[in-house]
Antibody, heavy 119, light 108 residues
């Protein structure tokens, strides 16, 4: 079955750029929306943005254009770049797959990767 | 943004209890509401979508109801695996899509 696995640096410095990867195994990107969601320690969930397999994207306005989501279909990888990091970006970052062809709820999640922003 | 408010924030219950969690939206969301369960250290898991449709593989003791701006998640008979945090999510608007703050179900 389809599985998602996030990977990333773990620790990044303030003002730097975070680059995360989500590797999709057991399936392809076709006809789904792919999403990044984060969860600060002890807090709730925040939708960051979504990408359709064709390349179109939507982002949470709260990120103030700091985020870029992209896909490398040859590698079966979804990526998130988040610029100008602050301590408020410390969180577990999840990738998720939504409903077939519709941007809606999230049926399949990766295990998440913790990112700490600290000097 | 559409604000999602869950109540209560924490709920203490015993195995076998009937449990109800409420989620209120700041505006009508056309029943485009999902519920997730998150166990400690784990990713959320989809339970219900379109306010009342049970995701495949989810036990039938979970049910969702409501319309307009008020929605509920009910667990008919709480089981040990159900002690977790529950979140609602509105997907009527992705400008942005928003989650409730969560309801933690604790052992009484």
């Amino acid at each position: 079955q389809v599985q998602l696995q996030e990977s990333g640096p773990g620790l990044v410095k303030p003002s730097e750029t975070l680059s995360l990867t989500c590797t999709v195994s057991g399936g392809s990107f076709g006809n789904y929306y792919w999403t990044w969601i984060r969860q600060p320690p002890g807090k709730g969930l925040e939708w960051l943005g979504s990408l359709y397999f064709s390349g179109s994207t939507q982002y949470n306005p709260s990120l103030k254009s700091r985020a870029t989501i992209s896909v490398d279909t040859a590698k079966n990888q979804l990526s998130l770049n988040l610029r100008s990091l602050t301590a408020a970006d410390t969180a577990v970052y999840y990738c998720a797959r939504g409903k077939y062809q519709v941007l809606a709820y999230f049926q399949l999640w990766g295990q998440g990767t913790l990112v700490t922003v600290s000097s | 943004d559409i604000q999602m408010t869950q109540s209560p924030s924490t709920l203490s219950a015993s195995v076998g209890d009937r449990v109800t969690i409420t989620c209120r939206a700041s505006q009508r969301i056309n029943d485009l509401l999902a519920w997730y369960q998150q166990r400690p250290g784990k990713a959320p898991m989809l339970l219900i979508y379109e306010a009342s449709t049970l995701e495949s593989g989810v036990p039938s003791r979970f049910s969702g109801s409501g319309s307009g701006t008020e929605f509920t998640l009910t667990i008919s008979s709480l089981q040990p695996d159900d002690f977790a945090t529950y979140y609602c999510q509105q997907y009527n608007s992705f400008s942005p899509s928003t989650f409730g703050q969560g309801t933690k179900v604790e052992i009484k």
